[in-house]
């Protein structure tokens, strides 16, 4: 069964700290999703990756960064939390359109 | 650009009877169209998808979902509610040019009761 990995299902962390959600494919996939789900706002596309060492912005990149250094790996940082950050973390890869999106279980972060 | 517009951020059926979750879409070409749910806590699960061919397509569960071009909806279905369909369903439209980014509604939580 293909899968996406996820590697937390909760964190807590505190306003300030640096902090590192780690996603992993096993499924040879080449785009590679981030997004965060607030209530009432649905998906919001953080960033995204078409290829090892590419991103591009989403539409809400402010305040995290990403990179892409293995194909099956795609991490998502905040380089300083803040509570409007306390949120779920969505990961996802897709291999082409026709076929959408595989989606990891989720990360909720809060920020205290 | 493409859009997507869920009718309905609650639904609320009684067990056995029709579940109805809307979706209309707004896109330059024709689109891909996909259908979404989210148990809690949990990440998001394909139930179906549209991308060519037969309008009604089916998917896991008992939904299924009929693209209406003329109408630009893809509204999800099914006839007879059960408690563990309770969840939040999100519906979804890809354009079949260019690079592929998935656009999402704000979903609808479907609510079951006895």
């Known amino acids: 069964d293909v899968k996406v990995t996820q590697s937390s299902r909760y964190l807590v962390k505190r306003t300030g700290e640096k902090v590192f959600l780690e996603c992993v494919q096993d499924?040879?996939?080449?785009?590679m999703f981030w997004y965060r789900q607030d209530p009432g706002l649905g998906l919001r596309l953080i960033y995204f990756s078409y290829d090892v060492k590419m991103k591009e912005k989403g539409d809400i990149p402010e305040g995290y960064s990403v990179s892409r250094e293995k194909k099956e790996r795609f991490s998502l940082i905040l380089e300083s939390a803040s509570t409007n950050q306390t949120s779920m973390y969505l990961c996802a890869s897709s291999m082409d359109r026709a076929h959408g999106y595989t989606f990891g279980s989720g990360t909720r972060l809060t920020v205290v | 650009a493409q859009s997507v517009t869920q009718l309905g951020s609650h639904v609320s059926v009684s067990e056995g009877a029709l579940v109805l979750l809307r979706c209309n879409y707004s896109s330059s070409v024709p689109p891909y169209l996909f259908w979404y749910v989210q148990y809690p806590n949990q990440g998001l699960q394909l139930l179906l998808k549209y991308t060519t061919g037969a309008t009604l397509v089916k998917g896991i569960n008992g939904f299924e979902a009929e693209f209406k071009k003329s109408e630009t909806s893809f509204h999800l279905t099914k006839p007879s509610a059960h408690m563990s369909d309770a969840a939040e369903y999100f519906c979804a439209v890809n354009k079949n040019t260019g690079f592929q980014k998935l656009v999402f509604g704000t979903g609808t939580r479907l609510l079951v009761s006895p």
């Open positions: 499924m040879d996939h080449e785009n």
